[in-house]
């Protein structure tokens, strides 16, 4: 796990040290959109990078957060270094796509907090965690996840396990549970798919309810990318779409917190799937921002995020949010 998230502990004495270039990019009080992206090993950063490239907006340039967590406990020059080589591998990578990327070192005694804290002080609006190759997504891991950062920050989340590069996937299988269009945060996750397939050129396949699919026509019929749609109701279906899987076909499943409106019961189930069932396939797993989540003081996403009652509702918005400033996927 790019962050590995451990037991819950103090905070107490966490620091953080800012790695700026002089003539760094001001700050834009426009700005909304920031990516974080929390990285501890040089095997997953390329990856991690060029998704967060891939799904953001093409107006944001100079708002990318990588992120390197040093256990304050092990504080040692070899681990100082190790980290900054990792940060300016990630910045090199940006750099070559004419984007600027923050470099962030933070010693903390616990990943989670220092991630929440993170995302807290830069207002981050959203956060892409990698998995290792060699490591398995355990239900251990997505409980203290989702006790932990999902708990406490309202951002678009991707948990995201790279066995191939993204670049060579030419589908993208994406499994969106009923009611998804119902959650505060539907439009903006599914900008960073469409994203993916206008930036990638991989095709689009959504499963999804027949409600829900009415939404993602919408947005299709004004902003054409290679898609199609299939209406998918019942998730004890869920491993017959994943026996469909090739090998260049990357898994992603949109996901919930408990207790919202488009959280499923099987959604519990998806670390013994994708452990059992999708070890060699690309997978992400998406929390999209949902409303009642313990955001902190001062972070608001409200101006990006909208509860769509209606597919009217929904068709009036769409084109605005897609076109604003900070959201053109062109």
């Known amino acids: 796990v790019t962050c590995t998230i451990s037991s819950f502990v103090t905070q107490s004495g966490a620091k953080v040290i800012a790695i700026e270039e002089e003539g760094a990019p001001e700050s834009d009080s426009k700005m909304k959109e920031r990516i974080l992206i929390p990285i501890n090993t040089l095997d997953t950063t390329d990856e991690l990078v060029n998704l967060s490239l891939t799904v953001k907006s093409s107006k944001n340039k100079k708002w990318l957060y990588a992120l390197n967590i040093i256990d304050d406990n092990q504080v040692s020059e070899s681990a100082d270094k190790h980290a900054r080589k990792i940060l ?24 989670v907090n220092g991630i929440i804290n993170v995302i807290r002080e830069h207002k981050i609006t959203d956060l892409i965690l990698g998995l290792h190759i060699k490591k398995s997504i355990s239900s251990t891991f997505l409980g203290d996840f989702t006790e932990g950062v999902l708990a406490q920050c309202n951002t678009t989340t991707i948990i995201y396990k790279s066995v191939q590069p993204l670049a060579t996937i030419k589908r993208h299988i994406i499994i969106v549970p009923e009611r998804a269009e119902s959650e505060e945060g539907f439009a903006i996750w599914l900008m960073r798919i469409w994203n993916i397939g206008r930036n990638t050129g991989a095709e689009l396949h959504f499963h999804a309810s027949h409600d829900t699919i009415k939404f993602i026509e919408e947005v299709q019929n004004r902003f054409p990318v290679s898609a199609q749609l299939f209406q998918f109701n019942d998730w004890d279906d869920f491993l017959i779409i994943g026996k469909e899987l090739k090998s260049d076909d990357n898994l992603v499943v949109v996901m919930s917190r408990p207790d919202r409106p488009s959280f499923h019961r099987k959604m519990e189930k998806m670390p013994e799937y994708l452990d059992k069932y999708f070890t060699n396939n690309n997978f992400m797993l998406i929390y999209p921002i949902q409303s009642g989540v313990n955001e902190g003081a001062g972070f608001v996403m409200s101006s990006l995020t909208t509860n769509y009652q209606s597919f009217e509702d929904f068709g009036r918005g769409i084109s605005g949010l897609f076109k604003r400033r900070l959201l053109y996927i062109y």
Do not use: G, K, Q
């Not at 990630?90 to 470099?103: G, L």
């Open 88 to 111: 300016e591998r990630a910045s090199v990578i940006a750099s070559a796509t004419d984007n600027y990327i923050h470099e962030l070192m933070r010693y903390d005694i616990n990943p």
